[in-house]
C-alpha cells in the first residue's frame, strides 16, 4: 500500500503543479506550497483527469471487452496482457491490473487532496467546481474498482471485501496507512452519496469536463448497476429531458472526434500530445488498422456482425475497398493497415481524439431497460416514452425502418444495448449484472475478476 498511497500521491504533484506553478516540487514544504493556493488546486484537478483518463482508456475499456468476449474478437498481437484477458487467465501478477489500481488509486488520492485544502478557495463558483469535479472522478474511481476487482454487486456480495476505502489525502511517507477491504455496499454508498453531491456542484453545461449530467448519467449506470430502476430510469431520463443532448445523425459520427459532440454527455479530453494509444497502447493502438495508426490486432469476427446487424441496420455495415481513414464513414471496415488481417471497428480510428465516455443513446437505451423491469414487475413508466418507444429512436438513428414496431421486451432491450454499445467498455458489467454466462465462463466466476494486485497485499497484510 505504500506504493500506491504514497509514492503515487507524490507523482500526482509533480505532474500536476511543475507547468502552472512554476515551482518543482521535489520535497514535502514543495507540496505544502502546491496545496496552498487555487491555481496549485485547479492544476492537481487536471492531472486528476488525466489519470481517470489513463484508468478508462488504457485499462477498463480492455477489461470489459476482453474478458467478456465470446468470439466477436480473435486479437492476434503479441501483448501477453490481452492474451490473458482474451483466455480469461489472470492471475496477481497481471500487470495491467497492476496499472490500473495504481492509477485509480493515484485519482482518488488527488481528490482527497483537493476535497481536505477547499478552504483556500475564494471564489465561489471555482470551490464548487472544484469540490463537483473531485467528487464525480472519486465516484466513478470506487464504483469501478469494485466492478472490476470484486465479486459482482448481483451475488449476494455486499457484505463480501471489495477495496480499500480511503478518504484521507496523502503527502508524506508518514501519512501512510494499512487499510482492510471495505465491503462492496460499503464502497457503493460511499460512491453513491459523492455522486449525488456532485450532482448539486457541478455546472449545467460543460464540455470539457464532467458536468451536472455526466453525474446524473453516471448515477444512472450506478442504479441499474444496483437493481434500483425506478432511480436509474429517473436519471437517465433527467438527462434526456434537459434538452442539452441529441443523437448525432450517423452512428460513426459520435467517435474519433477531437471536441465534444451533441451526443456526448461526457468524454476524455485529448490531444496530439496528451492521448491514449499513440504507440502500444490504449484502444486505438490495438483496434485501428488505418494508414495513420493501429497494430491491426483486433479483428472483428465477420458471422458476428452478420448474425447480429439485421440488413440496413447503419451499425453492421463493413467498409472495403477504403484506404484511407479519412473516408471511413461505416463502425466498420477492412483493414488496410500494416498487418491488416480482416474487419476493424471505427469506433477506435484515431488516437489524439476524444475517448467516448458516455453518450446519449445508452441514456435512452438504460431508461428502455430500466423501464422495462419496472412494467415486468407491476412498476409504472419513468418518463414520456415507452421502452419500445426509446428502442425506436435507437434503431431510427441506424437506419431501421421502425414503422410498425412491436413492443420489446427485456430481451430485445438488452439485445440493442450490446448492438449499440459493443466495443465502448460496456459487456463485461452488463453480463455481469445480466447474470449472463461468457461462453462456459459463469458470470459471478473469478475468471471474470482482475486480481488483487501481488505487490499491494505483499505490502499490506490487512489486503
Not at 456480495?157 to 496507512?177: C, D, H, R, W, Y
Not at 473469478?446 to 486480481?451: A, D
Request: charged fraction near 20%; glycine fraction near 6%.
Amino acid at each position: 500500500m505504500k506504493r500506491l498511497i504514497n509514492i503515487l500521491a507524490l507523482l500526482v504533484l509533480v505532474i500536476s503543479c511543475t507547468e502552472k506553478l512554476e515551482i518543482d516540487p521535489t520535497s514535502y514544504d514543495d507540496m505544502d506550497k502546491a496545496l496552498s493556493t487555487p491555481e496549485g488546486l485547479v492544476s492537481l484537478k487536471n492531472s486528476c483527469y488525466a489519470n481517470a483518463r489513463h484508468v478508462y482508456g488504457q485499462y477498463y475499456y480492455h477489461f470489459a471487452e476482453m474478458l467478456a468476449d465470446t468470439g466477436e474478437i480473435t486479437f492476434l498481437g503479441t501483448f501477453e496482457e490481452l492474451h490473458d484477458l482474451s483466455n480469461k487467465s489472470l492471475v496477481n501478477t497481471f500487470s495491467w491490473g497492476e496499472d490500473a489500481w495504481r492509477y485509480a488509486y493515484r485519482t482518488i488520492n488527488g481528490c482527497n487532496l483537493i476535497l481536505e485544502n477547499l478552504s483556500i478557495v475564494d471564489d465561489q463558483e471555482t470551490k464548487l467546481q472544484l469540490e463537483g469535479d473531485a467528487r464525480f472522478l472519486r465516484a466513478i474511481m470506487y464504483f469501478d474498482l469494485v466492478r472490476y476487482f470484486s465479486l459482482p454487486y448481483g451475488d449476494g456480495a455486499m457484505g463480501n471485501p471489495a477495496v480499500p476505502l480511503i478518504e484521507q489525502g496523502v503527502t508524506k511517507f508518514s501519512q501512510v496507512t494499512y487499510p482492510s477491504r471495505s465491503t462492496v455496499q460499503q464502497i457503493f454508498d460511499f460512491a453513491e452519496q459523492d455522486l449525488l453531491k456532485a450532482v448539486n456542484l457541478l455546472p449545467e453545461e460543460e464540455n470539457f469536463f464532467a458536468s451536472r449530467y455526466a453525474a446524473y448519467a453516471m448515477l444512472s449506470r450506478f442504479y441499474l448497476t444496483t437493481g434500483d430502476y425506478a432511480k436509474a430510469a429517473a436519471m437517465a431520463d433527467t438527462v434526456i429531458s434537459s434538452g442539452l443532448f441529441s443523437l448525432i445523425e450517423f452512428p460513426l459520427q459520435a467517435f474519433n472526434q477531437k471536441a465534444n459532440t451533441k451526443e456526448d454527455i461526457m468524454s476524455w479530453q485529448q490531444t496530439e500530445l496528451d492521448n491514449e494509444g499513440q504507440s502500444n497502447g490504449g484502444m486505438t493502438a490495438f483496434y485501428a488498422s488505418t494508414e495513420e495508426v493501429g497494430r491491426s490486432e483486433m479483428v472483428i469476427s465477420e458471422s458476428f456482425i452478420n448474425s447480429v446487424y439485421a440488413p440496413g441496420d447503419l451499425r453492421g455495415v463493413v467498409q472495403s475497398d477504403v484506404f484511407s481513414s479519412g473516408d471511413i464513414n461505416s463502425l466498420f471496415y477492412v483493414g488496410f493497415g500494416q498487418r491488416a488481417r480482416g474487419i476493424y471497428s471505427a469506433k477506435w480510428l484515431r488516437y489524439n481524439t476524444n475517448l467516448t465516455f458516455i453518450r446519449l443513446a445508452e441514456m435512452y437505451l438504460t431508461r428502455a431497460e430500466a423501464n422495462q423491469e419496472l412494467l415486468d414487475n407491476g412498476g409504472s413508466l419513468i418518463g414520456s416514452n415507452t421502452p419500445t418507444r426509446d428502442i425506436a429512436i435507437i434503431r431510427d438513428r441506424a437506419g431501421i425502418d421502425t414503422t410498425g414496431i412491436q413492443p420489446v421486451n427485456l430481451e430485445d432491450i438488452r439485445f440493442e444495448r450490446y448492438k449499440e454499445l459493443i466495443f465502448e467498455g460496456h459487456r463485461l458489467p452488463d453480463y455481469k449484472r445480466w447474470k449472463k454466462n461468457v461462453g462456459d465462463i459463469p458470470w459471478n466466476s473469478t475468471r471474470l475478476i482482475i486480481p488483487l494486485p501481488k505487490k499491494e497485499t505483499d505490502t499490506n497484510p490487512n489486503l
